[in-house]
């Protein structure tokens, strides 16, 4: 028999994102991590990571230190009695420096194979699946997959964002996103029970009964609960400086990441190389000036080398592959 499943992406989801993790002490469960997977085992989910870690093919960290990474991650979520039911990594990726692992593969998001592989070893239903994930790469996953997708945003959700990847919904945080789940569950599971409640009614109507209004409260359903972002929509001045906070935060945090750690490439490589020519050249421009004769030749061909050089450099850098 099939099972549902919720699939997470690891960094910026379940755990905190810091950059690129190289060692389990790193490793920070979110508030409300642990509770939320055991809310999806007790709806009958199964709850699965999903991560790319081009970190391995960049050669940040190994395969066995990210094996001991995985294993803290679920110590951690085990002190709270909770627990995963797999983890899949990615650790190719097509600009990385281990030969091994230097080519794409099906498995990287947003290529869902992840998601496929792991649907065939656990026997899965994607079409009644979810994807929770902090970016546009989760989203598009999730969604070739088949399955329901939900973007974490931490701050006031981007329309523009949202459109560029389509996800089924946007939630603050995980905690939201377990919510939005859950509704939809129970919403799922009274359709059928109130169409069979709406046909029980139509046959007694044709022997002259009526509904009693007991009857009929009984089959009211539960309103959805209203996103959080609409209840703090009239928040006083002093709750909305904490949030802003976190934004900047958030968005620190991100810049950091990719200063950090951008995508190494031959393009990259090759425009370092170029920029050391140029301060070559203008070493050479300030020589020939302050040289007795300061003949102007070697002056202006020193800068017009420069020049030309530093637009390759330019150049290099544009056409630097993107992550």
Not at 118 to 123: H, K, L
Not at 124 to 137: A, E, P, V
Request: net charge negative; hydrophobic share 40%; with cysteine.
């Amino acid at each position: 028999m099939t099972s549902a499943a919720v699939f997470f992406d690891r960094d910026g989801t379940l755990i905190e994102d810091s950059g690129y993790l190289s060692h389990p002490d790193q490793v920070k469960l979110f508030d409300g991590a642990a509770e939320v997977i055991k809310e999806f085992h007790l709806l009958g989910y199964k709850t699965v990571v999903v991560s790319n870690q081009s970190g391995v093919a960049r050669g940040i960290v190994s395969e066995e230190m990210l094996g001991r990474i995985h294993e803290r991650l679920q110590e951690l979520l085990a002190l709270k009695g909770a627990a995963l039911d797999g983890i899949y990594y990615c650790p190719y990726h097509p600009d990385g420096v281990i030969p091994k692992y230097r080519r794409d593969s099906d498995l990287r998001k947003p290529q869902p194979g992840m998601l496929l592989a792991a649907a065939e070893a656990m026997d899965l239903d994607l079409k009644q699946s979810w994807m929770i994930g902090d970016s546009g790469r989760d989203v598009e996953a999730g969604r070739r997959a088949g399955c329901r997708t939900i973007l974490l945003r931490p701050g006031p959700a981007d329309p523009d964002d949202a459109q560029d990847c389509a996800p089924n919904h946007v939630a603050v945080n995980i905690r939201e996103a377990a919510n939005m789940i859950k509704d939809f569950h129970r919403s799922s599971r009274e359709e059928p029970s109130r169409a069979a409640a709406t046909d029980e009614v139509e046959s007694v109507s044709e022997h002259d009964y009526k509904v009693t209004p007991l009857e009929a409260e009984e089959l009211r359903i539960e309103p959805r609960a209203e996103a959080t972002g609409a209840m703090d929509e009239h928040a006083e001045p002093d709750q909305e400086t904490p949030v802003l906070l976190v934004e900047i935060l958030e968005q620190l945090k991100r810049m950091q990441k990719s200063e950090m750690f951008g995508e190494f490439s031959i393009m990259r490589l090759l425009a370092g190389i170029v920029q050391v020519f140029v301060l070559f050249c203008l070493v050479m421009a300030l020589w020939f000036l302050m040289s007795p004769d300061r003949r102007i030749e070697p002056i202006l061909m020193s800068l017009g080398f420069g020049i030309v050089l530093q637009l390759m450099a330019l150049t290099f850098y544009i056409m630097q592959g993107r992550r």
